[in-house]
């Protein structure tokens, strides 16, 4: 799963690597634990240009009658994007984006014991993702986007049995359109468990409302007591 992310402290690197505008991005900041229904930095193609824009995290699909009472749209997994009605028709349309962040954060399955997850080489991780486009009858349209998830590798599953897609540099073309020779779904696979690094983080990262650099901060746990 992927339910909490942590946002980019220092994007410059990111600017120049992207080679695109950040117009769209102008009020950038850095955030700490940024939870579903809130907005994440998504790069995606338009008309044959790389874009950035802010989007709302969890897919509202185009046909949707209300943005509200739908099911949990801010993961998918890999092998239900095609299937799943509520996926379909932005896999269809071809609306591939990734959602730009440092890390993530996961929960332990047996304790609930939260961790921080990043690349061991400190690069910004970019989730493959998919993005859709809601109006509703009288009001403004909402773009929206979910992050695609696949069986853990050998370091995650240590916590749990998914984890998101992270596009390695070379597959971002691929993904986003701008090669058409690979096939997409191809992409959809665990990121080599030893370019990966966690640790384990303080449990206010489960409260929403706690908003700090210091979330993300190892921490040392108790040994287990002893039979």
Not at 9 to 35: H, T
Not at 63 to 84: C, G, H, M, P
Not at 151 to 158: C, L, M
């Amino acid at each position: 799963m992927c339910g909490r992310l942590k946002l980019l402290e220092d994007v410059a690197a990111l600017k120049q690597e992207l080679g695109i505008q950040w117009d769209n991005l102008l009020d950038y900041e850095p955030r700490y634990n940024v939870a579903p229904a809130a907005p994440v930095p998504v790069l995606g193609n338009r008309a044959g240009a790389r874009s950035l824009e802010w989007m709302r995290w969890g897919l509202i699909p185009s046909w949707a009658t209300d943005e509200r009472n739908l099911y949990a749209t801010f993961n998918v997994d890999a092998d239900a994007i095609v299937s799943k009605p509520v996926f379909r028709g932005a896999w269809k349309a071809g609306r591939r984006c990734l959602v730009i962040a440092e890390g993530f954060y996961e929960w332990r399955k047996t304790d609930k014991q939260p961790f921080f997850v990043s690349l061991a080489s400190k690069q910004p991780m970019l989730l493959a993702g998919l993005w859709d486009e809601w109006k509703p009858k009288n009001g403004t349209a909402t773009r929206s986007c979910t992050i695609i998830t696949t069986e853990a590798n050998t370091r995650i599953a240590q916590i749990h049995d998914r984890m998101p897609v992270i596009m390695a540099k070379d597959d971002w073309a691929a993904w986003l359109g701008e090669d058409t020779a690979t096939d997409p779904l191809s992409l959809l696979k665990p990121f080599p468990a030893d370019q990966m690094t966690m640790w384990p983080v303080d449990k206010r990262i489960s409260n929403v409302k706690n908003e700090d650099r210091h979330l993300a901060e190892p921490i040392k746990l108790p040994l287990p007591a002893r039979p």
